[in-house]
Each structure stands twice: as C-alpha cells, then as structure tokens.
C-alpha cells in the first residue's frame, strides 16, 4: 500500500514553477542501508512545505507510454525490466540498482513526469518545472539500466519535447556529481541534441572525459575530487554557458543531481547551495533568451539528506525566479 504524504495537488491559472511528484516514487524499495532511499523525497517533499514554495503548481506524475519510453529504450531492454520487477523482496539489476515490487509503477511515473512536465510547459501552463522523482535516470542507457537509474527520464523528456511538439533543439545541463554516461550515449551522434557535464572525475562511471566531444555537440568539464565553487563555476563561465548560448536551443533539460554537494557522502567535491543557486540562474538566463525560460529540472542525485533537501529548496527558488 502506498503510505500517505503531506502534498495535495491543485491547479492555478497563474505561469509559475510546476512541482510533479506522485506518491508511488516512495514505494521503489532499494532495501536497507541503500544511498537512494525513499528518505531523499521524503527530505524533499517536508523541505517543500514552507511558505516560501506555496506558489508552486503542484501536479501528480502520471504513468509514461510504451511509445515515450520507446523514443531511447528498445522494447528488449523494457521487457527485460519489468520482467525483473519481484512480486516479492529485492532484485539486483546489478551491483548498485536494485528493484522491488514498486519500482516498476515509480519508474513508469518518473519518465512520465518529465513529459508530463514538457506537455504542461508547451501548452502555456507554467514557466518551467521540477521534477522530485525516483528512481534517477542519467545512468541508464538504451539498453542497459546501472547506477540506481532504469530508464533515462530526461533523455526520454527530451525526445519527447521532439517528437510531440516539434522542438528541433534541445539542450541537457547535467551537474550531477556522476557524468550522466547514458545521457550522452543517447546524445552523441545528433548535433541539434545539446549535453554538458560537470563531474567528478576519476570517479563512477569512468566515463565523461573532456576528449569526447561528440559531433560538436557534447561538452565535459571533468573536475577533481576537492574542487568546489570556484572550479565549478569556471566550467560553467569558460565553456559550458557560452557553448549553450551558442546552441540557441529550444528547451532546455538539467538533469539535477546535488551529490557534489560538500556534504555528500558518495564523492569528493565542494560545492555548496550557493553553487547551485548561482548555476541554475545562469541556465534560465539562457533559456529566458532563447526558449521563453522553457526548463523542465529532474532530479538525479544526492544523499546526504539535509545537504538535498536544502539544495532543492534554492535550485527551486532560483526556478521560481527568487535567487
């Protein structure tokens, strides 16, 4: 049974930041001890109530398609993982992803979020929106699930926003700790498909390296553990920001990922909620210009829950317009 959430959704006629969540992302039991646990939302969702956010729309997520998840996933790879989802207790997808008898309704809903997300921003129903989702998606390539991730929501997002509104230009900020390798892998050989990183690196998954490039199109900015605001704000100012302008996308995606937070457990960076408060600025500045502000933001990482919980709260604002 799915347990009862303080969160009540209602619709505004004002454009605003939308927030879609549906209580099902807390049934995705990793199992205990696990870093991505129900308590990241929970964290989230209770950091949310304060009167600062009470002008957030906020939508229930609903479940995504076969032919939305068929725009990255082969039907092999969709089959393979529901047909992992146990009636009972815990599987492992492999040494880091493990599934349980919710994980399939929370990850039909997370990918369906995202769309859900881009329908509502194109139909002139909001300015931009957040997505508190789990499980996280920036991992998960077409036909491979690893790193907590079984299907890639914002790549999903972003070939929907495509395929359903004729968006030719589409960009993917990802400033998760981790390089969103599956991201890329659906990205890199299309160069009206947009993917910056910034990343911790040596580090999971191994890849993300400065060289790959893509067709022009991919723009990793590695950083070393240690390194905080200051170097990841370089990576922004010197290549990412001006590469994206130059790209004058369409919509704009940022697959939002708060593990680089100093507080985290699960790497080595320094970044702080100013960094993203500054970062998340920086993105919408871009997409005011280019795109009529149009950002969908889904979350990814982050485990260490007061450091999430309050780096959600300024990316948010900074959406909203308030940082």
């Known amino acids: 049974m799915i347990e009862s959430l303080s969160f009540s959704?209602?619709?505004?006629?004002?454009?605003?930041?939308?927030?879609?969540?549906?209580?099902?992302?807390?049934?995705?039991?990793?199992?205990?001890?696990?870093?991505?646990?129900?308590?990241?939302l929970r964290a989230i969702m209770k950091a949310l109530e304060a009167d600062s956010f009470v002008a957030i729309e906020r939508r229930e997520a609903p479940r995504a398609n076969e032919e939305q998840l068929r725009l990255v996933h082969s039907e092999s790879h969709?089959?393979?993982?529901?047909?992992?989802?146990?009636?009972?207790?815990?599987?492992?997808?492999?040494?880091?992803?493990?599934?349980?008898?919710?994980?399939?309704?929370?990850?039909?809903?997370?990918?369906?979020?995202?769309?859900?997300?881009?329908?509502?921003?194109?139909?002139?129903?909001?300015?931009?929106?957040?997505?508190?989702?789990?499980?996280?998606?920036?991992?998960?390539e077409p036909m491979r699930s690893m790193g907590f991730c079984l299907f890639n929501n914002i790549a999903v997002g972003a070939l929907?926003?495509?395929?359903?509104?004729?968006?030719?230009?589409?960009?993917?900020?990802?400033?998760?700790?981790?390089?969103?390798?599956?991201?890329?892998?659906?990205?890199?050989?299309?160069?009206?498909?947009?993917?910056?990183?910034?990343?911790?690196?040596?580090?999971?998954p191994g890849t993300g390296a400065k060289k790959d490039r893509g067709v022009g199109n991919i723009f990793n900015e590695p950083l070393q553990a240690g390194d905080g605001g200051e170097a990841f704000r370089a990576a922004y100012d010197d290549v990412i920001l001006s590469a994206l302008d130059a790209f004058v996308p369409n919509f704009v995606f940022i697959s939002a990922g708060f593990d680089a937070h100093a507080d985290d457990p699960l790497a080595s960076l320094e970044l702080y909620e100013e960094d993203y408060a500054w970062v998340t600025s920086e993105i919408m500045n871009i997409a005011s210009r280019h795109c009529s502000g149009r950002v969908v933001s889904a979350l990814?990482?982050?485990?260490?829950?007061?450091?999430?919980?309050?780096?959600?709260?300024?990316?948010?604002?900074?959406?909203m317009g308030e940082s």
């Open 300 to 319: 990814e990482g982050g485990y260490n829950l007061s450091a999430l919980a309050g780096s959600v709260g300024v990316h948010i604002k900074a959406l």
């Open 9 to 40: 959704f209602h619709k505004t006629t004002s454009m605003t930041t939308l927030l879609f969540f549906h209580p099902a992302f807390l049934e995705h039991d990793t199992g205990a001890g696990h870093p991505e646990s129900p308590e990241r």
């Open 160 to 204: 929907h926003a495509r395929a359903a509104h004729g968006l030719k230009k589409v960009a993917v900020i990802d400033f998760d700790v981790h390089h969103g390798n599956g991201t890329e892998s659906v990205f890199r050989n299309d160069a009206d498909l947009f993917y910056a990183s910034t990343h911790q690196s040596p580090h999971y």
């Open 78 to 140: 969709v089959s393979q993982v529901f047909s992992a989802i146990p009636n009972t207790g815990y599987v492992g997808l492999d040494m880091d992803t493990t599934v349980s008898p919710g994980s399939g309704e929370a990850a039909l809903r997370a990918v369906g979020a995202v769309c859900a997300a881009v329908d509502a921003i194109m139909s002139g129903e909001g300015d931009n929106a957040f997505c508190a989702v789990r499980p996280p998606g920036h991992h998960a």
